[in-house]
C-alpha cells in the first residue's frame, strides 16, 4: 500500500508485484520452484480430499479420497513399488457428502494419526489399524480436533456447533466424566481450534477464547475477544513463533505482548490490505488453504482454483535486523489440499489436487512439465525529482 515514490526512494530493493516469486531469507528474490506428480493418482474418485505428511508412520505420506466402490478411503503411499495400498475401514465411513478431511497427530505411546471429516465419526490410523472413536459421548460427526494436555479435543459437530468435547487424558477413545472426560459450550459456533505453547484456542467468526489448564478439574475458558474472528478453518497456523490465523481484514497473529496474559492482534498483512479487500469480493474464502514451509520461514495460502492468485508470505531480516513480513502471490497451482512436514532430514510439502493427484512441490523448476508464468516488477525509479522530464543516454541494469 506505499505510494510508489515512497517506495522508490526509500525501498529501493523491495518489489512492487510479484507473482510466483518468493522473497528470500537473505535478501532479494527468486521464482519459485515447481511442483512434480511424485506421487501419482490416488485410487478413487472426484478431488483428494486430505492430505498428510508424517514420519513417523509407514513412509510418511497419507491420502484420502472417495471410494468408487467399498468403504476405503485413507491410502498411504508405499515406497518401495511407488503405489498407493488402502487402509481398511473399520466402520463403514460415508463419504457421500464429505467434502474435505482434516489431519492431527499425538504421540502419548506412538505415532497416531487422527482424522476428522464433519460426516462420520472421529477416527484413528497407528500404523497398524484404522479405528472410529464410537464413545457413547464423543461427538458424532466432528469437523476439527486438536491435541492438548494430553487429551483429544473435537468440536464442529453439526448438532452442537458450540460444543468442543475432551477425551479422558491419555485415552483418546474414552469421553467418559468419570475418567476425566467432558465438554465444554463456548458459547458461539467453532470454526478453527488450535494449540499454542500452553493454550488451546478456539476460533468463531467473530469470537476468540483461550483454553488454560491440564485436566477436567482446572481447565479454564477465556476471552480473548468478541469483536474478531478466524473466517477459514484452515488458515490457522504456528509460524514465525506465533500463531496467525485468517481474520476480518487480512492475516493476524496471537503473540504475546510484553503484559503477561495479554494477547495482541495488530494484522501482519496491512502493506498488501487491497490483496485481501478483493480475496473477500471474489473468492471463496473459506476454501483456502495453508501449508509451512520451515525451511524457507515461508507459507502459502492457496485457492482451490489454479487460476486464482494464492498469495506466499515469507518472513526475513531488514536493514535494522528486525523481522518483517513479505509477501507475493502464486498462481497456477490447484490445491484442494496441502499439507508439509519432515521425513527424516527432508521436508515434504504435498497438495492433492481435483482430479485425484498428490504433488510435491520444491521439486524442478515447472508446473508437471509446465511452463511457470512469473512476474517481477520493480519500484518506479525517478531520479530524484519526478517532475523533471529526463532524457536517458544510457542505462545499465
Known amino acids: 500500500n506505499v505510494d510508489p515514490l515512497t517506495q522508490a526512494s526509500n525501498l529501493s530493493g523491495s518489489a512492487i508485484r510479484m507473482i510466483n516469486y518468493e522473497p528470500a531469507l537473505s535478501g532479494g528474490y527468486r521464482r519459485i520452484s515447481g511442483y512434480s506428480n511424485d506421487y501419482g493418482t490416488v ?6 480430499l486430505g492430505v498428510a505428511v508424517n514420519g513417523n508412520l509407514d513412509d510418511g505420506i497419507f491420502a484420502c479420497r472417495k471410494p ?6 485413507l491410502y498411504k503411499w508405499q515406497d518401495s513399488n511407488d503405489s498407493w ?4 475401514e473399520a466402520g463403514n465411513p460415508d463419504m457421500t457428502n464429505v467434502s474435505k478431511i482434516r489431519f492431527t497427530s499425538f504421540n502419548w505411546s ?4 487422527l482424522l476428522t471429516d464433519g460426516i462420520n465419526p472421529a477416527a484413528t490410523y497407528n500404523g497398524t489399524a484404522y479405528t472410529q472413536i464410537t464413545h457413547a459421548q464423543a461427538p458424532n460427526n466432528p469437523k476439527y480436533s486438536e491435541e492438548f494436555a494430553s487429551h483429544i479435543f473435537l468440536c464442529g459437530d453439526s448438532s452442537e456447533p458450540y460444543n468442543i468435547y475432551f477425551s479422558a487424558p491419555l485415552n483418546h477413545s474414552d469421553f467418559s466424566p ?7 459450550n463456548v458459547g458461539y459456533t467453532i470454526t478453527a481450534v488450535k494449540k499454542f505453547r500452553n493454550q488451546l484456542y478456539i476460533f468463531g467468526a467473530n469470537n476468540i477464547k483461550r483454553l488454560i489448564g491440564n485436566n477436567a478439574a482446572n481447565f479454564t475458558l477465556e476471552n480473548v475477544t468478541s469483536n474478531m474472528g478466524c473466517l477459514a478453518p484452515d488458515s490457522v497456523v504456528e509460524f514465525g513463533g506465533d500463531l496467525l490465523f485468517l481474520g476480518p481484514d487480512g492475516i493476524r497473529p496471537i503473540s504475546g505482548t510484553d503484559k503477561i496474559g495479554d494477547v495482541e492482534l495488530a ?10 479487500d478483493n480475496y473477500y469480493l471474489s473468492e471463496q474464502i473459506i476454501d483456502i488453504a495453508i501449508v509451512v514451509l520451515r525451511k524457507k520461514s515461508q507459507f502459502r495460502f492457496f485457492f482451490k482454483n489454479d487460476s486464482s492468485l494464492s498469495l506466499i508470505g515469507g518472513i526475513r531480516k531488514s536493514q535494522n535486523k528486525q523481522s518483517i513480513f513479505e509477501y507475493s502471490q502464486l498462481i497456477g497451482i490447484e490445491a484442494n489440499c496441502v499439507d508439509s512436514g519432515y521425513i527424516g532430514q527432508f521436508e515434504h510439502v504435498i497438495h492433492g489436487d481435483g482430479s485425484g493427484k498428490v504433488h510435491r512441490q520444491e521439486r524442478g523448476n515447472s508446473f508437471e512439465g509446465g511452463d511457470i508464468f512469473s512476474l517481477y516488477q520493480t519500484p518506479y525509479f525517478y531520479m530524484q525529482d519526478p517532475e523533471v522530464r529526463k532524457v536517458v543516454h544510457k542505462v545499465n541494469t
Open 267 to 276: 494484522t501482519v498483512s496491512k502493506e498488501i490490505q487491497s490483496i485481501f
Open 68 to 73: 468408487t466402490s467399498g468403504h476405503d478411503y
Open 85 to 88: 495400498v488402502a487402509i481398511p
Open 43 to 48: 485410487p478413487g474418485t472426484g478431488a483428494v
Open 178 to 184: 468419570a475418567n476425566g472426560a467432558g465438554v465444554i
Open 110 to 113: 506412538g505415532e497416531v494419526l
